[in-house]
């Protein structure tokens, strides 16, 4: 089976050429797909012992978002190319970890779907049912692939992406010290939003003293950000969401483990006000299209980057 090349595939593959020693990569899955091949790759920075604290860097869940894949993939060329000369930054990485999976869904991004090869949307594909009521059809259905949002069939496994991806997370946090995530889309609102658990349900969940530390401590270190910080719940609740499926499972199993998994909805709505020809396209519905936007919104993120891999790192001042 032939693999199928598409940009951002090849951009990872430019990565994988470049990578310094201390990064690593593997292929959690290989998705097929009208007799065609996708790799559904994830890199390993830094030489630290599993146990080490891990940040997650996620992109590319909904195929159309991929602007998300390419800032993951941004920050990752970045940072291969300082890890080639600067000794700090090496000694960094021998006690702190970033994983990166920059493009969950390759078929979705491949072929500029929301859901992937099968129809099913993977950000609405756990077991997790909402308990506060959710929108009609944005919050996930079973009618079928015809609508957007589709959660797959009740009794059928997940989709062979999320497993992968859940799969992933959930050894990361079994053996880490500490992890927080940070999920790249974008698509909603004139904000760029950073959100927290839960989208199922308003009630607050158990690690919300711990947000409100980091929230603080980012408030004060770059005071002039522009993220709208809040649980997604306060704008809308969903099922099936991975995030607060992983969460769960934390606590169920590992409740002593600190993760918090944040996802920065980049709002899209701001690129369509500004340039209102992109109503007509799909992709101009969630990603920059000019040149000069496209640019800024790769830049526009490094600072939270930076600041989620130092607050993993210091984790002492946001724990339990």
Known sequence: MKEYNFEELELINGLIEIMPPEVSVETLEVISYKESSYPLHCFTIGSAPKNAPTLLLIGGVHGLEKVGTHVVISYLSFLFEQLKWNTDLQKIFQNFKIVAIPMVNPVGVAHNMR???????????????????????????????????????????????????????????????????????SGFGLKDRLWYPYAKTSTPFSAQNQVEKIQALFDKTIPHHIYKIEPQSDQYTTHGDLWDYLYDWKEENYPEHNFIPWTLEMGSWTWLKKNPIQLFSKLGLFNPIKDHRYSRTMRRHLLLIDFFSNITKNNEVWKK
């Open 115 to 185: 859901s992937n090869g099968k129809g099913v949307d993977l950000m609405r594909n756990s077991p997790t049912e909402a308990i506060d009521k959710s929108l009609f059809l944005i919050g996930g259905h079973r009618l079928g692939t015809f609508l957007p949002w589709y959660r797959g069939r009740k009794k059928d496994p997940m989709q062979i992406e999320a497993k992968a991806l859940c799969d992933k997370v959930k050894s990361i946090v079994s053996q880490s010290s500490h992890c927080l995530a940070l999920d790249f889309h």
